[in-house]
């Protein structure tokens, strides 16, 4: 061999033994994240949108510029199958609570055994033609506790099981119900005429909510002055077919800087009855959303 390719013997001490190994490591590490796709994939893609987090408000609770919440993709991600199966699993219980003077049933539900909690509330409203049962039959109350949530639904003064009317402020009655039963910061789901209560709680105690999903809700013209100040996750839903109440309650709520619209195509007024898989895929993903910015808080 020629003088000028022969390689001078190096002494492999442990610092050159150790600088191999991390070499190697290394090389292997640029492979597999060049080769990895799938679950990985949308994972990297997860902290990303995490990453895009840099307001905090004045109670330390992170919030996401208002373009995240008008643009992401609420349909990105279809629901898992071990979610469907753990829902099979979710046992619903019922429940009265006397609140102002209001003997308020509920049925709630916790994630079933072999599921994490999320620690995420859900709370389920309902329309003037329903109550909680409406949830329950929908099946909206075990896939939600099967992603990990504990779920919350009321059948509200005057409807279901619940005598009325109501004497006193609606606001005050649904904040009174969630402090007894120990629930900071819900998701609230309001449909139709629920919106009588939780319009008037997003206008008088915003700062209780992590998220709010109405559905084509009643009274949003009461919200119309404040609601560019709310930087509460907002997710409009309504049917296609609801040229009435859920054009218009939309117009009023897209005034939320942190509010998307989507609508449920070929869809009434109940919107989540007549595409239950594409509502049940909207508050999945949304749901989701809220609490990977609320954990990087």
């Avoid at 009265?96 to 389920?124: C, D, H, K």
């Amino acid at each position: 061999m020629a003088p000028s390719l022969m390689l001078p013997k190096l002494t492999m001490t442990p610092f050159r033994v150790m600088a191999l190994v991390a070499g190697v490591a290394a090389v292997c590490l640029v492979f597999s994240a060049l080769t990895t796709t799938g679950r990985q994939a949308k994972l990297g893609k997860a902290f990303e949108q995490v990453s895009t987090l840099d307001k905090r408000d004045l109670s330390g609770r992170t919030m996401a510029e208002p373009n995240f919440w008008r643009n992401f993709d609420f349909r990105s991600e279809q629901i898992p199958s071990q979610v469907n199966e753990a829902a099979q699993k979710v046992h619903v219980t019922n429940h009265t609570i006397n609140i102002m003077g209001s003997n308020t049933f509920y049925r709630e539900a916790q994630p079933p055994e072999g599921v994490a909690s999320s620690g995420e509330v859900v709370v389920l409203l309902h329309g003037a033609a329903f109550n909680s049962k409406t949830w329950l039959d929908l099946h909206t109350i075990d896939l939600l506790a099967g992603m990990g949530h504990r779920v919350i639904a009321i059948d509200l003064p005057g409807f279901g099981k619940t005598p009325g009317p109501l004497t006193g402020d609606r606001a005050d009655y649904l904040h009174s119900l969630l402090s007894n039963l120990k629930v900071t910061h819900p998701i609230l789901v309001s449909p139709s005429m629920s919106g009588q209560f939780s319009i008037l709680f997003i206008n008088k105690y915003p700062q209780d909510l992590a998220g709010f999903v109405p559905v084509a809700p009643v009274s949003t013209q009461l919200i119309k002055e404040k609601a560019p100040e709310l930087r509460v996750p907002t997710l409009i839903i309504y049917g296609e077919n609801d040229r009435t109440l859920g054009h218009s309650s939309r117009d009023d709520l897209l005034r939320i800087p942190t509010s998307q619209d989507i609508e449920i195509p070929q869809a009434k007024h109940p919107a989540y009855l007549d595409n239950p898989n594409l509502f049940h895929t909207l508050l999945y993903n949304f749901i989701k959303q809220v609490h990977a910015h609320r954990a990087s808080a």
